[in-house]
């Protein structure tokens, strides 16, 4: 299947946007799960550490292959510039496989260029690589990391008008697991964010990082701005949320998709067709205000806004215009 393209497709300087996607999976070591990647898509190989590695491809550009354990991640480094500690870090590691995801980041890559990611999926299912249903206790994901036209205030308002509408519908369109819906790591946002969001026709950046901040100050959100509010002010992110995971790049960090490799009829497409219908609805500032002053006229006191029947009345509007 091939790539879906949003409305927009290139930056305000005449650049295609490009996204990044973050595949997490276990089933596989590290020295297995590297074998299909450069077969699928070709590279060389180099190591960091004993958990891990890069894959440098001449066309995409580098993949990054790693144990998804901050911790163990530091002790391997060390030990691996030290050549020291070495066996400590095996016990670490043998330990954490059975329920540590793998993680493999691909570059920011070119939306036309796209398609041969789908090489990858079907070359790691066949090596034995297991994603979000293989585990009741890990949380494995697909996270989406979608360049943005531009940094103004409005297009990011716009964007985030469009998924505050969508989140209730794309949890049910994903069909996210349960455990992942239970866990805190993809939690949508807050009733009282939404309202205020919606209610508002215009903002500038101070206004957007007060709102965002007062009431999302964590990296757990489905869509996760800190990313791109740090690319922006670094110094005002990291007063709120002084966390070194936040890496300041301008996209969002899209977490709600399933990693289903296991399914033979799933691939990235799946997941990066359903990010679009966000994208459609961000590119039409009329209907975001239509849809908006709906969902605020459902509201109700001390009980909102009933979620089925928003869900459903969302799905007749996506449908009706064959968004979904």
């Known amino acids: 299947m091939s790539f879906k393209m949003p409305p927009i497709t290139e930056t305000a300087n005449g650049d295609v946007r490009k996204v990044g996607f973050e595949l997490e999976f276990t089933g596989l070591t590290l020295e297995q799960a590297i074998e299909p990647l450069c077969s699928s898509l070709g590279g060389q190989v180099e190591q960091r550490s004993a958990v ?3 894959v440098r491809t001449d066309d995409l550009g580098t993949f990054n292959i790693e144990l998804d354990w901050d911790f163990l991640k530091r002790k391997a480094k060390t030990a691996w510039q030290k050549d020291d500690g070495h066996q400590l870090v095996d016990l670490l590691h043998q330990a954490a496989l059975p329920v540590v995801p793998l993680e493999i980041v691909s570059p920011p890559i070119p939306l036309d260029q796209l398609d041969p990611l789908n090489q ?3 070359a790691l299912r066949k090596a034995g690589a297991k994603g979000t249903e293989d585990s009741v206790i890990a949380a494995f994901g697909v996270h989406i990391n979608p360049e943005l036209p531009d940094l103004t205030a409005t297009t990011i308002h ?3 008008k469009a998924f505050a509408l969508l989140q209730w519908w794309l949890v049910e369109a994903h069909d ?3 455990t992942r ?3 805190p790591y993809i939690a949508l946002y807050p009733d009282a964010y939404v309202k205020v969001l919606l209610k508002a026709q215009a903002t500038d950046l101070d206004q957007l990082f007060d709102c965002y901040l007062k009431h999302n100050a964590t990296r757990n959100r489905a ?4 990313p791109l509010l740090a690319e922006i002010d670094a110094d005002r992110v990291r007063q709120v949320v002084d966390d070194p995971k936040i890496k300041a790049r301008p996209t969002f960090h899209y977490r709600l998709p399933d990693c289903r490799i296991e399914d033979a009829n799933w691939d990235l497409t799946k997941s990066w067709d359903l990010w679009c219908v966000v994208e459609k609805l ?3 500032p009329q209907a975001i205000e239509t849809l908006s002053m709906r969902f605020l006229q459902l509201d109700r006191p001390l009980i909102g806004v009933d979620r089925k029947v928003w869900i459903k009345e969302i799905s ?3 449908n009706d215009r064959g968004w979904a």
């Not at 869509?223 to 800190?226: H, Y």
Request: hydrophobic share 50%; charged share 25%.
């Open 52 to 54: 891990e590695f890069r």
């Open 120 to 122: 990858l999926i079907p």
């Open 158 to 160: 716009h964007y985030l």
């Open 176 to 178: 996210v697991d349960p």
């Open 181 to 183: 819906r239970l866990s």
């Open 223 to 226: 869509l996760d701005l800190l």
């Open 282 to 284: 961000a590119s039409d």
């Open 316 to 318: 007749q509007w996506l």
